[in-house]
């Protein structure tokens, strides 16, 4: 995930809405929430529900671009 706090990061997340629609990510068993971002520094998505983030994140998991890098989720 790309984060706008924290840059990329990865492992086992748990995510959820803010109160705008925005999606937030945080490591499992922490207390620390952050805003999904993106590279470009674009006003991030939102989202109409939990389940349609989720969807979006299981999209591109384990996806790979043509150099072989490991495609990170962004809003």
């Known amino acids: 995930m790309m984060t706008e706090e ?3 990061i990865s492992g086992a997340l748990d995510v ?4 705008a629609g925005k999606g937030l990510v945080r490591y ?6 952050y805003h ?3 590279i470009e520094g674009e006003d991030a ?11 979006a994140i299981k999209k591109v998991a384990g996806t790979r671009d043509v150099a072989g890098n490991a495609v990170v989720f962004e809003a």
């Open 45 to 55: 998505k939102t989202w109409d529900s939990l389940g349609d983030l989720v969807k």
């Open 28 to 33: 499992r068993d922490t207390d620390s929430w």
């Open 16 to 19: 959820m809405l803010d109160d």
């Open 6 to 8: 924290e840059g990329t």
């Open 36 to 38: 999904i971002g993106n």
